[in-house]
């Protein structure tokens, strides 16, 4: 019973979230390094040695680039420059790896969240349902589906709360737009 109820659940996260991700975000993966990858990927100079690690983890401030105070960003940016180099490929399909985990994950939670005993009653027959439809409107959006590959931030900033803690700190940008998690 229960290797059926695994296989039923694979099934369905690969047909309902994985697959419409992958159809959804392949099309990116030839495209160019655009905004924030320039100053992020290209003239970074802290990715492109990877046993520096003081220089990778505690890149010099400079002036807001994406990378700034977020070491394990620019660990990442090393370790895909390390076997991509300026391959811009290679970065996207990380990028795409990540989201697809991050789906994978939003649909285990939501179906989590749905199921306690009070949310049962309402939810649980429907549980599995709504997280797919929650994961695969998410994985689909144009919002998630950029090509900006610095953009990684945000998604592995969004993997945090998912897999067990929160490990940003909450910032307001401005009053007109939304809080973010930053890394």
Request: proline share 7%; charged share 20%.
């Amino acid at each position: 019973m229960a290797k059926q109820t695994i296989a039923k659940t694979a099934r369905q996260i690969t047909l309902n979230v994985v697959a419409p991700g992958l159809t959804a975000n392949w099309g990116s993966a030839d495209g160019p390094f655009v905004l924030d990858d320039l100053e992020s990927i290209v003239e970074n100079s802290t990715i492109r040695d990877l046993g520096d690690w003081r220089r990778v983890l505690f890149p010099p401030n400079r002036s807001g680039t994406t990378v700034d105070g977020r070491p394990w960003l620019n660990l990442s940016l090393a370790v895909k420059y390390h076997f991509h180099r300026l391959q811009v490929s290679g970065y996207h399909y990380f990028n795409i790896a990540l989201h697809l985990t991050n789906a994978v994950l939003l649909w285990l939670l939501t179906r989590e969240v749905l199921r306690p005993l009070r949310l049962s009653q309402f939810f649980g027959p429907h549980a599995r349902l709504l997280a797919t439809c929650i994961a695969g409107l998410w994985i689909v959006h144009p919002l998630t589906t950029a090509a900006i590959l610095a953009a990684r931030r945000d998604r592995q900033s969004a993997v945090r709360p998912l897999v067990p803690q929160q490990g940003g700190r909450w910032e307001a940008n401005t009053p007109d737009q939304p809080r973010r998690c930053a890394s």
